[in-house]
């Protein structure tokens, strides 16, 4: 009879909900629990199989085809952790030990929910946590950039950047550091000193060739204090006198000026020689020293730009589970609406994925089903028939332990009687070998006497006195096998 495939597609759903065929079989109306037990099953086995493969796509870059393949497997490996979880409950009705078996599978059932939720839950709040990695990514990068300037290698390149500019300004013609002269120092301290005390002296006799001039052509514009009455006179003198004596200091203070810028100029030449020539010789190692060090500064550059790639690489490529999750976590800490939209949607997986237990262990709290019934009957059957078997295998096994022992004790018995009979047969040889052998000695010697009485006899007959007998030698009798037998040539 051919089954309808809808009937086949029933039996297998009731069978994955934990029902029996054997005991469905008795009790059909029960098939529909365990079907419905199957579809909550099927539904935490899909939710699995999406989380995997957004786990594995968007968290590991995995291809898309490879993620479902892997996210099916999981929803396989939790659909059968999830139907152990249900079957081994049981179908008990005492409550303390109901809740002693079901915490444990609740611990385990909300180890596998957090699992299972945390990558959907992930997927659903993508662009607040890209968003929030952006932010992150950029403080990172600057917190990245401020430990790089303090860096060994950087450090190094800024130190052979500032070698190669001071080569590069030598190469130019300045020199990094003065040359310096105490005679250039002495006539440069005494310019500074002069040139004040000149331009005094030189404004002092402009004042006194203007006073004079004043007394000698009479009042005029500006002439204050000077007399009305022009001419060469006395006043006029005086103040010749006092212009010639203020000339007097102004033209040898510069003098004195003139002959210490002279000085100053001779140092300066002779500066300039000295400098010259220790221009020629810094140059000259500038242009020895320069290739080498704009070679160094380029291996540091690569080596800071490798290690500035690699950190922005490490920091841009930071978007792992945890890195996500961290991201979620700071981004609704300061929003609370997304904050209490995050709780909502972990809790709604949450509870989906503890809801095969969850609807069990409720289960298990109403009265017992038909199916129970009929289960416990047909395992109570199952166990006296075992009890059954148990006890004609053990009589059988008596019996045949009582036959063995019975074949052991008669086989000894015989045993027993056959070593006996051979004991009575090695006598009764020995007797029959002795007799026959008592016959052949008596014949033996009787043969042996008779020849001796012959040979006496014989020596008698010739006369002689008898002084020259010997004995004749006796029978050579030899041993075969150890049994006493004459030597049949000798007889």
């Not at 102004?250 to 002959?259: M, S």
């Not at 199952?382 to 332990?401: F, G, M, P, V, Y």
């Not at 022992?405 to 007797?431: C, P, S, T």
């Not at 010697?445 to 010997?470: C, D, H």
Request: with cysteine.
């Amino acid at each position: 009879m051919k089954i309808h495939p809808l009937r086949r597609t029933g039996d297998f759903m009731a069978w994955l909900g934990g029902g029996d065929p054997a005991v469905l079989a008795e009790v059909p109306q029960e098939r529909g629990r365990f079907s419905q037990m199957a579809g909550v099953l099927l539904t935490t086995a899909g939710i699995a199989v999406l989380s995997m493969t957004f786990a594995l796509h968007d968290g590991i870059k995995a291809p898309l085809a490879a993620a479902i393949v892997l996210g099916l497997l999981w929803g396989v490996v939790i659909l059968n952790l999830d139907r152990f979880l249900v079957m081994s409950m049981g179908s008990t009705r005492n409550r303390l030990r109901l809740i002693l078996i079901a915490l444990p599978r609740f611990g385990l059932a909300v180890v596998l929910a957090a699992v299972i939720s945390t990558p959907l839950t992930l997927r659903i709040f993508a662009s607040d946590i890209n968003y929030q990695l952006a932010v992150t990514h950029e403080a990172q990068s600057k917190v990245l950039a401020t430990a790089e300037k303090s860096s060994g290698p950087q450090q190094e390149a800024d130190s052979l950047a500032g070698r190669i500019a001071a080569d590069k300004a030598i190469l130019a013609g300045n020199l990094p550091e003065q040359v310096t002269d105490p005679a250039l120092q002495t006539a440069q301290n005494q310019v500074n000193a002069l040139t004040p005390k000149v331009a005094a002296a030189k404004q002092a006799s402009d004042n006194a060739r203007y006073a004079w001039q004043c007394e000698l052509y009479g009042r005029g514009g500006g002439c204050a204090g000077a007399s009305t009455l022009a001419g060469n006179g006395p006043l006029a003198k005086a103040k010749y006198a006092e212009y010639q004596t203020a000339l007097g200091v102004y033209n040898g203070l510069l003098a004195q000026l003139t002959a210490a810028r002279a000085s100053v100029s001779a140092a300066q030449n002779s500066i300039k020689g000295t400098q010259a020539a220790l221009l020629a010789q810094q140059q000259q190692q500038a242009n020895a020293e320069l290739p080498g060090l704009e070679h160094q500064l380029k291996t540091v550059n690569q080596t800071i730009a490798s290690m500035e790639s690699s950190d922005q690489s490490a920091t841009a490529g930071n978007k792992g589970f945890l890195a996500q999750l961290a991201a979620l976590s700071t981004a609704s800490s300061h929003d609370a609406g997304l904050e209490l939209a995050r709780l909502t949607v972990l809790a709604l997986f949450f509870i989906i994925e503890i809801l095969p237990v969850s609807v069990k262990f409720l289960l298990n709290l109403g009265d017992e089903t038909a199916y129970e019934v009929a289960a416990r009957l047909k395992d109570n059957a199952s166990n006296d028939t075992q009890q059954i078997r148990r006890a004609e295998s053990r009589t059988l096994e008596e019996h045949a332990s009582r036959d063995r022992i019975a074949a052991a004790d008669a086989q000894r018995i015989v045993d027993a009687d056959m070593r006996g009979r051979e004991v009575e047969l090695g006598k009764h040889a020995n007797e029959y070998v002795a007799s026959h052998m008592q016959e052949i000695l008596d014949v033996a010697l009787l043969e042996w006497s008779n020849q001796v009485k012959s040979t006496l006899n014989g020596a008698n007959g010739a006369g002689g006195n008898g002084s020259g007998l010997g004995s004749p030698p006796g029978p050579q009798v030899k041993i075969k096998g150890g049994q006493g037998l004459p030597d049949e040539g000798k007889l």
